[in-house]
């Protein structure tokens, strides 16, 4: 029953603390999740406030329009249509990367390794190819390099190998369980307390939806849409998103010089930088997977 999986919001206070600054402000949760951060901004807005929100998750979705606030509304779209908004129509925008406890927790959704499912790890169960479409045809080189470069996997290219000789030996893959036993058999050293097969299952989640490049396209978008002044929220859960935002935010808070024009005025920063935060030791003693989460908070600037 889906109601059983529960979702602990990671920085729920640090992150809504750090992006609402006026109470009747246009706000983005562009991940709404199961709407923890969404709740308590809603608490926080005045009478003409508004919170718009996106999540590719049909699942996400539903719970999302059981909220009844007339200040409220949710797109069943990834957060790259952020660019859709009106430009500096946006008080604040809010990003919480990565994957929910209830994703992980339902065997049917096939991210996690530790309960058998169907191979699928599509955030939108409406479109899209599943884990497991695409490992049935792709060549031995792809899931090397999907593995090694979203999973940072040091044995990637002989995974990539035991799935292609399972595949000719016993047909494609189908199921989580078949694929962790795969990949334990396979990588024969690991980090204390870590199961083999994460970073292969982080890696085939990561580009099965295209993670990185919506976060990208989302963070170019969040300086088309937000106002001067208007706050940029992002909590990562993994060193490669964390890479992202934090060189996205490093590029926008300086000075842009042009080095075919070096005499001409440079253009002025779009963004500053404010903040890094990371989950207290009560918050990862009462929710582990809060462990790796980082918080960073930039504002834009008055150029537009």
């Known amino acids: 029953m889906a109601s059983t999986w529960q979702h602990t919001t990671v920085l729920l206070n640090e992150a809504v603390d750090a992006l609402v600054t006026k109470p009747d402000g246009n706000y983005v949760d562009a991940t709404f999740g199961r709407g923890g951060h969404s709740r308590l901004i809603l608490g926080q807005l005045g009478p003409l406030g508004r919170l718009t929100a996106f999540d590719k998750d049909p699942e996400a979705v539903a719970v999302a329009n059981a909220i009844e606030d007339q200040?409220?509304?949710?797109?069943?779209?990834?957060?790259?249509?952020?660019?859709?908004?009106?430009?500096?129509?946006?008080?604040?925008?809010?990003?919480?990367?990565?994957?929910?406890?209830?994703?992980?927790?339902?065997?049917?959704?096939?991210?996690?390794?530790?309960?058998?499912?169907?191979?699928?790890?599509?955030?939108?169960?409406?479109?899209?190819?599943?884990?497991?479409?695409?490992?049935?045809?792709?060549?031995?080189?792809?899931?090397?390099?999907?593995?090694?470069?979203?999973?940072?996997?040091?044995?990637?290219?002989?995974?990539?190998?035991?799935?292609?000789?399972?595949?000719?030996?016993?047909?494609?893959?189908?199921?989580?369980?078949?694929?962790?036993?795969?990949?334990?058999?396979?990588?024969?050293?690991?980090?204390?307390?870590?199961?083999?097969?994460t970073r292969t299952f982080q890696a085939l989640r990561i580009f099965v939806n295209a993670e990185l490049e919506e976060l990208q396209q989302a963070l170019e978008a969040s300086l088309h849409v937000l106002q001067p002044q208007g706050r940029l929220v992002v909590i990562s859960f993994h060193s490669l998103e964390d890479r992202i935002v934090k060189q996205f935010i490093a590029r926008h808070s300086r000075d842009e010089v042009d080095r075919r024009a070096p005499f001409a005025a440079p253009k002025p920063m779009k963004l500053k930088?404010?903040?890094?935060?990371?989950?207290?030791?009560a918050e990862v003693q009462g929710n582990p997977r809060s462990r790796s989460a980082i918080m960073r908070v930039a504002e834009r600037t008055e150029v537009l």
């Open 71 to 197: 200040r409220f509304s949710i797109r069943h779209q990834g957060f790259a249509a952020l660019g859709e908004l009106e430009a500096g129509s946006v008080t604040g925008v809010l990003m919480d990367l990565g994957v929910s406890s209830p994703q992980i927790d339902n065997p049917a959704r096939g991210f996690s390794f530790r309960n058998d499912g169907p191979l699928d790890m599509r955030m939108d169960t409406t479109r899209g190819q599943s884990a497991a479409q695409w490992l049935a045809t792709a060549s031995v080189e792809q899931m090397a390099e999907v593995i090694r470069d979203y999973g940072e996997e040091r044995f990637a290219f002989q995974v990539a190998k035991a799935i292609d000789a399972r595949r000719q030996e016993r047909g494609p893959l189908a199921s989580t369980s078949e694929l962790a036993e795969l990949v334990a058999r396979t990588v024969k050293t690991r980090e204390p307390g870590q199961d083999p097969a």
């Open 273 to 281: 930088a404010l903040e890094r935060v990371k989950p207290s030791a």
